[in-house]
T-cell receptor, first 112, second 113 residues
């Protein structure tokens, strides 16, 4: 069956360190993979998109990698800050569908 | 300026009632969605409309009926509400171009008692 898995346990790190979140999937062939941030009581907010033919994408302190062989995406936040504390969701999009399939999210807590 | 706005933010109602949630986007997008986020935080697509036409209809009870009067609006009507319908419902919009980001509303927390 098709499955998207993110670390279900919360990730706790110290301010200034790099946070690395994992998104693994099985039985999908996504054309795109997106990462979103969700704060309590709010809707998800788009962060980054990476295409199947791209290995890496960066935006400021954020970096996403996409390995279609391993069926895995890694999401990195460098020089993390307490304001980065939130739940991060990965989402797959197959071509020609426009439909996003979300993982369950990983909660990141950055401690000062 | 709110890009995707949905009302109400909170909705508490009794079992068996019928309720509606409204959504509007001012981004000029041609595709709108309804997602349901359950207590375990899984976000699952329910419906998608493109230019007022239904294009995605996941396995959702037919008590749920979306309606899109125009490209900027997508409402969700729920008949005969059940306890299991309690969740947060998110409206979203995007361009129909592939590989584009979705913009989400702030969510409607529905509690059925």
């Amino acid at each position: 069956s098709q499955k998207i898995e993110q670390n279900s346990e919360a990730l706790n790190i110290q301010e200034g360190k790099t946070a690395t979140l994992t998104c693994n999937y099985t039985n999908y062939s996504p054309a795109y993979l997106q990462w979103y941030r969700q704060d309590p009581g709010r809707g998800p907010v788009f962060l980054l998109l990476i295409r199947e033919n791209e290995k890496e994408k960066r935006k400021e302190r954020l970096k996403v990698t996409f390995d279609t062989t391993l069926k895995q995406s890694l999401f990195h936040i460098t020089a993390s800050q307490p304001a980065d504390s939130a739940t991060y969701l990965c989402a797959l999009e197959r071509s020609n569908t426009g439909k996003l399939i979300f993982g369950q999210g990983t909660t990141l807590q950055v401690k000062p | 300026d709110t890009a995707v706005s949905q009302t109400p933010k909170y909705l508490v109602t009794q079992m068996g009632n019928d309720k509606s949630i409204k959504c509007e986007q001012n981004l000029g997008h041609d595709t709108m969605y309804w997602y349901k986020q359950d207590s375990k935080k899984f976000l699952k697509i329910m419906f998608s409309y493109n230019n007022k036409e239904l294009i995605i209809n996941e396995t959702v009870p037919n008590r749920f009926s979306p309606k899109s009067p125009d490209k900027a609006h997508l409402n969700l009507h729920i008949n005969s509400l059940e306890l299991g319908d309690s969740a947060v419902y998110f409206c979203a919009s995007s361009s129909s171009d592939q590989g584009t980001e979705a913009f989400f509303g702030q969510g409607t927390r529905l509690t059925v008692v």
